[in-house]
T-cell receptor, first 116, second 107 residues
Framework: EVQLVESGGGLVKPGGSLRLSCGAS????????MNWVRQAPGKGLEWVSS???????FYAASVKGRFTISRDSAKNSLYLEVNSLRVEDTAVYYC??????????WGRGTVITVSS | DIQMTQSPSTLSASVGDRVTITCRAS??????LAWYQQKPGKAPKLLIY???SLESGVPSRFSGSGSGTEFTLTISSLQPDDFASYYC?????????FGQGTKLEIK
């Protein structure tokens, strides 16, 4: 069974930093693009960042320069370094596998709350 | 960036109804158009990819169609499990955009 499990969320003050992790199992991790998608409380889905199988990285304008996506295929893991956090970054952060222009496998999410 | 506008934002329907949700793109997009279902407190679930391809395990009452800037998700006969939120999503040039969502409620 393919599974994605996120971790690393928490409560952080504005301007703070966190490192999110996503562990993958049941798939050939190195073959797929991997992504982060977030959802603010009571709001819709927002794409955050993607990393290709060749480790090319892409970001939404709202996080570019503050967030860094990376992957470690030896550990079947995806990461998101989030810096200079703002109140508006408060959300559930989902790890998702990319395929066919869509996100076909999702984790359960990890929550970042940015508050003073 | 390409904007995706879904309508309606809320839809009230009954079990057995046929319902359609529309997603309009701010410019013509390729066939990288997907639809998701999300229930409260859960991760989204992929239903349709590449406009009209049904994801494995998704019931055949779900279907997608469209081209250019207008796309639709149709549920042919609503079942109790279908009351949820639905999102469209496009992919273009290493960027993804979601519609704002449609909440499907029981009438």
């Amino acid at each position: 069974e393919v599974q994605l499990v996120e971790s690393g969320g928490g409560l952080v003050k504005p301007g703070g930093s966190l490192r999110l992790s996503c562990g993958a199992s049941g798939l050939t991790f190195s073959s797929y693009s991997m992504n982060w998608v977030r959802q603010a409380p009571g709001k819709g889905l927002e794409w955050v960042s993607s990393i290709s199988s060749s480790s090319y990285t892409f970001y939404a304008a709202s996080v570019k320069g503050r967030f860094t996506i990376s992957r470690d295929s030896a550990k079947n893991s995806l990461y998101l370094e989030v810096n200079s956090l703002r109140v508006e970054d408060t959300a559930v952060y989902y790890c998702a596998k990319g395929d066919k222009g869509a996100f076909d496998i999702w984790g359960r999410g990890t929550v970042i709350t940015v508050s003073s | 960036d390409i904007q995706m506008t879904q309508s309606p934002s809320t839809l009230s329907a009954s079990v057995g109804d046929r319902v359609t949700i529309t997603c309009r793109a701010s410019q013509s997009i390729t066939n990288w158009l997907a639809w998701y279902q999300q229930k409260p407190g859960k991760a989204p679930k992929l239903l349709i990819y590449e406009v009209s391809s049904l994801e494995s395990g998704v019931p055949s009452r779900f279907s997608g169609s469209g081209s250019g800037t207008e796309f639709t998700l149709t549920i042919s006969s609503l079942q109790p499990d279908d009351f949820a939120s639905y999102y469209c999503q496009q992919y273009n040039t290493n960027s993804y955009t979601f519609g704002q969502g449609t909440k499907l409620e029981i009438k």
